[in-house]
């Protein structure tokens, strides 16, 4: 099998929310290269229909269009069902990458940071699969899975805190759920898996990547030395999307250039030495 046919998403139908920016954006544009249509939705809804035209401007074998949808409240993810449903007749990626964070220090940090968080992070992303399920279960086979990937956070697989408490167990729950999902939508022939992404730029994270000097500063804590660049995104998404991800469900990617097996000191060093 080429590589082609194994990381190729011609035909097949994916919705990434929160598509805008970052990661969401990086994945959206890897797929519409691999040939898929691309449903990119976020609170912003002009700034997908932005983004969309200018993935549809690239003359890449996919498409994309952007519309507004909210993952933060029960009313806003049935409204997503609905405009996805009404957009395309047949869904064979979700992308859960919608997210927000909320930093503030120890004795400091507020309770409403906790609802406010958990409510997109993990019940928004729990409650749009759930209710997409009819959808995926749909286009899948045995052969060719529908998939879900879902975006957690290396601070969601290793204790860093950073002053975003609920952000970091949100994301760890978002990396449990995905492994819960995992085994039980197997049967349905449907894959979960997440990422477990370092520092890339963002929004999210444009107080400490949003110039050069910022994300060189980022990247000297990072063991591989820099912060993620869009073919990192790209790469684990168009396997896990594609043919040649067909047989892993339940994984996380740890896309973070080795943070997540960073630890202290070795404990006898000094005493070798």
């Given at each position: 099998?080429?590589?082609?046919?194994?990381f190729s998403l011609t035909g097949k139908t994916a919705l990434i929310t929160g598509g805008a920016s970052g990661i969401g954006r990086m994945a959206a544009e890897a797929m519409v290269r691999a040939g898929a249509h691309v449903l990119i939705a976020s609170r912003k809804g002009d700034a997908c229909a932005a983004v969309a035209s200018d993935l549809n401007a690239l003359d890449a074998p996919g498409s994309a269009e952007g519309f507004a949808g909210d993952i933060g409240s029960e009313a806003g993810i049935d409204a997503l069902v609905n405009e996805v449903?009404?957009?395309?007749?047949?869904?064979?990626?979700?992308?859960?990458?919608?997210?927000?964070?909320?930093?503030?220090?120890?004795?400091?940090?507020?309770?409403?940071?906790?609802?406010?968080?958990?409510?997109?992070?993990?019940?928004?992303?729990?409650?749009?699969?759930?209710?997409?399920?009819?959808?995926?279960?749909?286009?899948?086979?045995?052969?060719?899975?529908?998939?879900?990937?879902?975006?957690?956070?290396?601070?969601?697989?290793?204790?860093?805190?950073?002053?975003?408490?609920?952000?970091?167990?949100?994301?760890?729950?978002?990396?449990?759920?995905?492994?819960?999902?995992?085994?039980?939508?197997?049967?349905?022939?449907?894959?979960?898996?997440?990422?477990?992404?370092?520092?890339?730029?963002?929004?999210?994270?444009?107080?400490?990547?949003?110039?050069?000097?910022?994300?060189?500063?980022?990247?000297?804590?990072?063991?591989?030395?820099?912060?993620?660049?869009?073919?990192?995104?790209?790469?684990?998404?168009?396997?896990?999307?594609?043919?040649?991800?067909?047989?892993?469900?339940?994984?996380?990617?740890?896309?973070?250039?080795?943070?997540?097996?960073?630890?202290?000191?070795?404990?006898?060093?000094?005493?070798?030495?």
């Amino acid at each position: 099998m080429t590589p082609e046919i194994l990381f190729s998403l011609t035909g097949k139908t994916a919705l990434i929310t929160g598509g805008a920016s970052g990661i969401g954006r990086m994945a959206a544009e890897a797929m519409v290269r691999a040939g898929a249509h691309v449903l990119i939705a976020s609170r912003k809804g002009d700034a997908c229909a932005a983004v969309a035209s200018d993935l549809n401007a690239l003359d890449a074998p996919g498409s994309a269009e952007g519309f507004a949808g909210d993952i933060g409240s029960e009313a806003g993810i049935d409204a997503l069902v609905n405009e996805v449903g009404r957009r395309v007749a047949r869904l064979d990626i979700l992308m859960n990458n919608s997210g927000v964070t909320w930093g503030a220090p120890l004795g400091q940090f507020p309770y409403q940071a906790w609802e406010k968080v958990m409510s997109v992070n993990m019940a928004g992303v729990f409650d749009l699969t759930q209710k997409l399920l009819p959808m995926l279960v749909q286009s899948a086979t045995q052969r060719d899975p529908a998939r879900v990937i879902n975006v957690g956070s290396v601070m969601g697989e290793i204790p860093m805190g950073d002053g975003a408490y609920s952000y970091s167990a949100s994301k760890a729950a978002v990396i449990h759920m995905s492994k819960i999902l995992a085994k039980e939508l197997a049967g349905h022939h449907v894959t979960v898996n997440a990422l477990a992404p370092g520092p890339f730029v963002s929004r999210m994270t444009a107080f400490a990547t949003g110039d050069a000097d910022k994300r060189d500063k980022v990247g000297q804590d990072v063991p591989l030395g820099r912060v993620g660049a869009p073919e990192d995104i790209a790469g684990c998404v168009l396997f896990l999307a594609g043919q040649g991800g067909a047989y892993v469900t339940g994984a996380v990617i740890p896309v973070s250039g080795g943070i997540n097996v960073m630890s202290g000191q070795n404990i006898f060093a000094s005493a070798i030495d």
